[in-house]
């Protein structure tokens, strides 16, 4: 009886170890080293813009306590902002590549955007993490002397996924 009890934890000790090591081994593989060149390279670009990072439900606490603020989607209007957004955002389009200049038009339509509150609480976001259009936003609002600045990494694919609700324009 005791070998009988013995062998049956042994078994079941195997069991939980090899399903959890086959778990383990599942995660191995390019696709980790695909999320850590992401990761990386994410963590790059909020260090060289100097601006902070506002998660899903965070922003969304942030809208349930009408903190004040303005959300930018940085996202093209007929292709996407018209389409969805973050309810309350306002849109400005910002090129993929990372912008090492800005034009004096661009700069002031941004800066007329922002409004003249460098302290104001700014959050940027785009479609999804490895989009890098607000990256853009937020990196020249700083550059521009804002203090509040966020990027919402998630953008509005995450926003989505979180079944938030999703603003349009007819």
Not at 21 to 49: H, N, P
Not at 120 to 132: M, S, W
Request: hydrophobic content about 40%.
């Amino acid at each position: 009886m005791k070998v009988k009890r013995r062998m049956l934890s042994v078994l079941i000790a195997g069991l939980l170890v090899f399903g959890m090591a086959g778990g383990a081994m599942a995660a191995w593989g390019t696709k980790e080293l695909d999320t850590e060149k992401s990761a990386v390279t994410f963590a790059a670009e909020v260090q060289r813009g100097g601006y902070k990072v506002v998660g899903t439900q965070e922003l969304k606490s942030w809208i349930d306590q009408k903190k004040p603020m303005l959300i930018v989607d940085t996202m093209p209007y007929e292709d996407s902002y018209k389409k969805q957004h973050v309810p309350g955002a306002v849109q400005m389009l910002f090129p993929i590549p990372e912008m090492t200049t800005l034009d004096n038009k661009t700069k002031a339509d941004l800066e007329k955007l922002l409004g003249p509150d460098k302290n104001r609480l700014i959050v940027f976001y785009c479609g999804f993490v490895k989009c890098t259009r607000s990256h853009n936003g937020a990196m020249w609002a700083v550059k521009l002397g804002y203090k509040n600045v966020y990027r919402y990494p998630g953008g509005i694919k995450a926003w989505a996924e979180a079944d938030y609700s999703i603003g349009t324009v007819k």
